[in-house]
């Protein structure tokens, strides 16, 4: 008889204060580093905290999964509106290899080992989802400059509007490089075949790599557009500069006419 096992992930801020919340939970950790922390507390019930925003439930009930979000709400950082959640199955069953159907993996046992990669894997997948959100935004924000331009050959946007614009951008681009590592895998699957396999299956099962490269090239997108964008207003306001100075030497020669008229 097999058994089924769900993981749910949501992402509820855009940062986790890790060290605030190993602190504040006083359990020892599974594992930890300065960007995750991993518990098990009863059996089949963990928690996986990730620092870009992600936890990852598995054995909760909905009100305890509310509740344990609420009760580290004050380690969130830019906490978001509407969480973002995805949910995926182990299920439990003879198998010589991990294998992969839609929305579950099949493996043939689940320890601590199996659930902490299944959980990294999911909680990445939520991640770069929430990464294409924020990205699709800043695209169709610079879709709109892009249009202005072409309709009225102008570009309105104001200096500090354009500074915070990029700003945005940037950091944006900060965190998707310090917070999605798939081409990092983690250690425990370095000296262990089976696990290795089932974490590989997994990026590709998400799809991991090409998303992440697809969000790659969204943000290149987005920041050769940047680059035009500042080029013109830097052209602007040279002109802008150039008229000024036009200007006050004409008031500087009409002084100088009245002067000597005088």
């Known amino acids: 008889?097999?058994?089924?096992?769900?993981?749910?992930?949501?992402?509820?801020?855009?940062?986790?204060?890790?060290?605030?919340?190993?602190?504040?939970?006083?359990?020892?950790?599974?594992?930890?580093?300065?960007?995750?922390?991993?518990?098990?507390?009863?059996?089949?019930?963990?928690?996986?905290?990730?620092?870009?925003?992600?936890?990852?439930?598995?054995?909760?009930?909905?009100?305890?999964?509310?509740?344990?979000?609420?009760?580290?709400?004050?380690?969130?950082?830019?906490?978001?509106?509407?969480?973002?959640?995805?949910?995926?199955?182990?299920?439990?069953?003879?198998?010589?290899?991990?294998?992969?159907?839609?929305?579950?993996?099949?493996?043939?046992?689940?320890?601590?080992?199996?659930?902490?990669?299944?959980?990294?894997?999911?909680?990445?997948?939520?991640?770069?989802?929430?990464?294409?959100?924020?990205?699709?935004?800043?695209?169709?924000?610079?879709?709109?400059?892009?249009q202005e331009l072409e309709a009225t050959g102008r570009f309105s946007m104001g200096r500090k509007s354009m500074r915070k614009f990029v700003g945005r951008a940037l950091n944006t681009q900060n965190d998707i490089a310090e917070n999605i590592y798939i081409f990092d895998a983690p250690e425990l699957v370095w000296d262990d075949q089976y696990l290795d396999k089932l974490h590989q299956g997994l990026i590709r099962h998400f799809d991991l790599r090409v998303r992440f490269s697809e969000l790659e090239y969204t943000m290149r997108i987005i920041e050769d557009n940047l680059t035009v964008f500042r080029e013109l207003a830097h052209q602007r306001e040279s002109s802008l500069l150039e008229w000024i100075i036009i200007l006050l030497i004409f008031v500087e020669v009409i002084d100088m006419i009245l002067s000597r008229l005088m």
Do not use: C
């Open 1 to 146: 008889m097999s058994q089924r096992i769900k993981l749910q992930a949501f992402l509820v801020a855009s940062q986790l204060d890790i060290k605030g919340i190993k602190n504040f939970l006083e359990v020892k950790p599974l594992a930890d580093s300065s960007s995750e922390l991993f518990y098990r507390f009863s059996e089949g019930k963990y928690q996986y905290y990730f620092n870009y925003g992600v936890i990852v439930f598995s054995g909760y009930t909905e009100e305890e999964m509310t509740l344990a979000v609420k009760t580290v709400y004050p380690f969130l950082r830019n906490p978001v509106s509407s969480w973002q959640r995805d949910t995926y199955d182990i299920r439990v069953e003879a198998t010589q290899e991990p294998r992969f159907e839609f929305n579950e993996i099949v493996v043939n046992t689940v320890d601590d080992k199996v659930m902490r990669i299944a959980m990294f894997n999911l909680a990445q997948s939520v991640g770069i989802d929430y990464y294409h959100t924020v990205a699709d935004t800043l695209l169709a924000e610079v879709k709109s400059f892009a």
